[in-house]
């Protein structure tokens, strides 16, 4: 896997960060550079912490993975994406059911706590740690580059998502989530295209 596919799997992964950013930029009442920086931290932290655990958890079968390792890659990154596909879909239509009344109430109430925040960072990692087991039984996989890009990129992601937040709204955010998977899925495809016809 060249640099090119880590960074637009990094993307990927990083868009359902980026879609919960959205929403808590959306919930503050105003710009909280403090707040902004913490949840991009979390959620960058976590999204390169799971796939080093997933790594390690697939590298102790690799033996067993390894001549089936395409399957797992287009299972995986194919369940994700399609997860995401989905959920932003369904977010998609959800949204054009609610109205201005309930979001407003909803900035009213917002206050993002440390157990939230720590719950939205696992939930939002989560995906992160199965592409992580992806990795033990993919070829030509840096683990360290590949964790340090993720991390990087969802930080950054996370951190333009909370202050576009408000300017945006829900719409982009449920967008990028079905971007997101669609990336996912693409690449799965591409690998295991390229090991059944190319040997690769």
């Not at 912490?49 to 997933?54: E, F, H, Q, S």
């Not at 997860?83 to 054009?96: A, F, H, N, P, V």
């Not at 206050?111 to 992806?134: C, E, N």
Request: charged share 15%.
């Amino acid at each position: 896997m060249g640099f090119a596919e880590l960074f637009l799997l990094a993307v990927g992964l990083a868009m359902d960060a980026f879609a919960v950013s959205i929403g808590n930029g959306l919930s503050m009442k105003k710009n909280d550079p403090k707040a902004a920086l913490a949840i991009a931290l979390s959620f960058g932290l976590f999204q390169a912490l799971m796939p080093t655990a997933g790594y390690f958890l697939g590298s102790a079968f690799e033996t067993v993975i390894s001549s089936f390792d395409h399957y797992i890659a287009l299972i995986f990154l194919g369940f994700i994406g399609g997860k995401m596909i989905y959920d932003g879909i369904k977010e998609l239509r959800e949204s054009k059911k609610e109205g201005a009344e309930s979001r407003e109430k909803e900035e009213k109430n917002f206050k993002l706590s440390f157990g939230a925040l720590m719950i939205q960072s696992v939930a939002t990692s989560i995906d992160a740690l199965i592409v992580g087991v992806s990795f033990a039984a993919l070829p030509n996989v840096n683990i360290w580059t590949a964790v340090l890009l993720i991390g990087v990129i969802t930080f950054a992601i996370s951190l333009v998502g909370v202050f576009s937040g408000k300017k945006f709204g829900q719409l982009l955010g449920s967008r990028a989530e079905v971007f997101g998977g669609l990336i996912l899925v693409g690449i799965g495809l591409k690998v295991f295209i390229e090991h059944v016809f190319f040997g690769g």
